[in-house]
């Protein structure tokens, strides 16, 4: 069962980091293209960032947050980890992690983290 556990959230100032790591034990990770996706007050989940499963590892940024987050993963972690530099009030929501898996493109998600970003 694929199973995804989500941390690293909390309250941070305006131009502060937080790193968030997904990690994703008893499936093997490396067959999963993986995704950080957000939900602010009021709005619609959207994708932040992914990247692709082991071979390609392409990444992919919304336009929001170019040039301040970095996807990466560690495979023999099964982690998947979110760096988020230069946060905006705007970055608030809560974040959550998705496995596809490559072969079936089947989606799981994580129960989220929430990140507050407030002077």
């Known amino acids: 069962q694929v199973q995804l556990v989500e941390s690293g959230g909390g309250l941070v100032q305006p131009g502060g980091s937080l790193r968030l790591p997904c990690e994703g034990p008893?499936?093997?990770?490396?067959?999963?293209?993986m995704s950080w996706y957000r939900q602010g007050p009021g709005k619609e989940r959207e994708l932040v960032a992914s990247i692709g499963s082991t071979g390609g590892r392409a990444t992919n940024y919304a336009d929001s947050v170019k040039g301040r987050f970095t996807i990466s993963r560690d495979d023999a972690k099964s982690t998947v980890f979110l760096q988020m530099n230069s946060l905006k009030s705007e970055d608030t929501g809560m974040y959550y992690c998705k496995a596809r898996r490559v072969s079936t493109n089947e989606d799981y998600w994580g129960q989220g983290t929430q990140v507050t970003v407030s002077s």
């Open positions: 008893g499936f093997t990770f490396s067959n999963y293209a």
